[in-house]
């Protein structure tokens, strides 16, 4: 099988600039077979397009986890970056492939690459996509959880504007700040938004600011519509301060920040007073 002709100019280790290859029409159908007869005839698998698209780019981002291992076993680089910044890691995350995000991060992907003006982090791309399991995964493998993306800032604040409730609560639960602002806009204020009185209750037992005011000066509640229960809901709590057991609660996981869940693991206190500060939903 030929490769698609090329247009040959040398990019140092990356490889060439090329048009759309037969190697990259394979990975991203998940043909396994033909792609490994196009590796063994001699298929650069770190072909890129013009706009910088590696065949591994390609599985990964249409979730072809054999694909993928295929070409990380011939040599692909693991963190070779688009034009727009995405790396195979992003795009496994954006699609939503666990094996595949974990299958790159035993090749040694970065967890935390730099972002830029066009890319958001592995762990933002899971977070829009709402699979749990790799927002999971990218937490324990040491994903950043305050990074900052210029339009969607920090992980927590698109998962809320996502209404993705299962991830916001494993960032939460890992120590993510709950407060963290973009333009003074919160996490609650994107809840309150998109109407998810779950996702409200969630973020306030985590201490969010019922009180914080936006860059328009509005607070989460102004984003309800009256009498609903969302409303409802964010005018209870502004009238009814949490308790003095809740408020300790919350200042306990403040101080010990994302190791929260690992230090109190390691305490010598009662399973029932850990689960409380663990959020556990159930007593064990």
Known sequence: MAVTAARRSSLGDIGFWA????????????????????????????????????????ACIMAHPNCARLLLEAGAQVDVRTIHGSTPLCNA??????????????????????????????????????????????????????????????????????????????????????????????????????????????????????????NLGRKPVDYTTPESPCYTCLRFYESHPLSLQQLCRIATRRMLGTRASEVIGQLNISRRIHNYLQYCDQLS
């Not at 159908?29 to 013009?50: C, D, P, Y």
């Not at 698109?158 to 919160?186: P, Q, W, Y």
């Open 19 to 58: 048009d759309r290859t037969a190697l990259h029409e394979a990975a991203s159908h998940g043909r396994a077979l033909q792609l490994k007869q196009l590796i063994e005839s001699g298929a650069s698998v770190n072909m890129v397009t013009v706009d910088n698209i590696t065949p591994l780019h390609e």
């Open 93 to 214: 995350c954006a699609s939503g492939s666990l094996d595949c995000a974990k299958l790159l991060l035993e090749y040694g992907a970065k967890v935390n690459p730099s972002l830029t003006a066009l890319t958001a982090s592995p762990l933002h791309e899971a977070c829009i996509r709402g699979n749990v399991e790799v927002v999971r995964l990218m937490i324990a493998s040491g994903a950043q959880l305050e990074a900052y993306d210029v339009h969607f800032g920090p992980p927590l604040h698109i998962a809320c504007a996502k209404g993705h409730v299962d991830s916001v609560r494993e960032l939460l639960n890992a120590g993510a700040c709950v407060n963290s602002m973009k333009f003074h806009e919160t996490a609650l204020h994107h809840a309150a938004r998109i109407h998810m009185m779950n996702m409200i209750e969630l973020l306030v037992e985590f201490g969010a600011n019922v009180y914080a005011s936006d």
